[in-house]
């Protein structure tokens, strides 16, 4: 099965500061997805990028591709304390596996 | 429009009473899925669904988990009889497959399990 690992587990920052995470896959994909998850909630989708893109921005988001290298990475600038909340990478063709996360923490 | 629905949100059982989620998914929605979620752990997938048929239900617990998508729309995902390593958050999916490969999922809010 395909899965998604993120690195680092766990981030802390500081609020108006830029959080970088990463996420490596295994085998071959179509697309890769991000995704949030707030404290006891359901996940919520942020960006997909696609295995023919290599960068990809939806507002102080940032998603880079490196098929070669089978890693993503994410960026949120300028963070705030709402951004508080884990964080998932997912992969997969006909279905969706998910790595452990990285749980961001942003201070006011 | 209306998301992707779960119930109950909380449930609270003993060991070894039977328990059942429901899920309604976003309507159109040909896919649908189960995952199960641990503390601190991202989601591992149960069981995937395309329209009524289960094409992938290779990580379900088979003797004491069972799932069922009648007519294509809601599913119910059921334990009997539930341990207390079933205690977790399980959560629905729902999305709409395209040129043969996974969009975008909408998840429901979970539904949470303890076991004790």
């Known amino acids: 099965s395909q899965q998604g690992e993120e690195d680092p587990q766990a981030l802390s920052i500081q609020e108006g500061e830029n959080a970088t995470m990463n996420c490596s896959y295994k085998?071959?994909?179509?697309?890769l997805q991000w995704y949030r998850q707030n404290s006891g909630r359901g996940l919520v989708h942020l960006i997909l990028i696609r295995s023919n893109e290599r960068e990809k921005h939806s507002g102080r988001l940032r998603v880079t591709l490196d098929t070669s290298k089978k890693s993503s990475s994410l960026l949120i600038t300028a963070s705030r304390a709402a951004d508080t909340a884990s964080y998932f990478c997912?992969?997969?063709?006909?279905?969706?596996?998910f790595g452990a996360g990285t749980r961001l923490t942003v201070k006011p | 429009e209306a998301g992707v629905v779960q119930s109950p949100r909380y449930k609270i059982i003993e060991k070894k009473q039977p328990v059942a989620f429901w899920c309604n998914p976003i309507?159109?929605?040909?896919?649908l899925y189960w995952y199960r979620q641990n503390l601190g752990q991202g989601p591992e997938l149960l069981i995937r669904y395309e329209n009524e048929e289960a094409v992938d239900d290779s990580q379900l617990p088979k003797d004491r988990f069972s799932a069922e998508r009648l007519k294509g729309v809601d599913s119910t995902l059921k334990i009997q009889p539930a341990e207390l390593g079933d205690s977790a958050v399980y959560l629905c999916a729902s999305s709409l497959a395209q040129g043969g490969s996974t969009g975008e999922l909408f998840f429901g809010e979970g539904s949470r399990l303890t076991v004790l």
């Open positions: 309507s159109g929605h040909n896919t």
């Open positions: 085998t071959s994909i179509n697309n």
């Open positions: 997912a992969t997969g063709i006909h279905d969706m596996r």
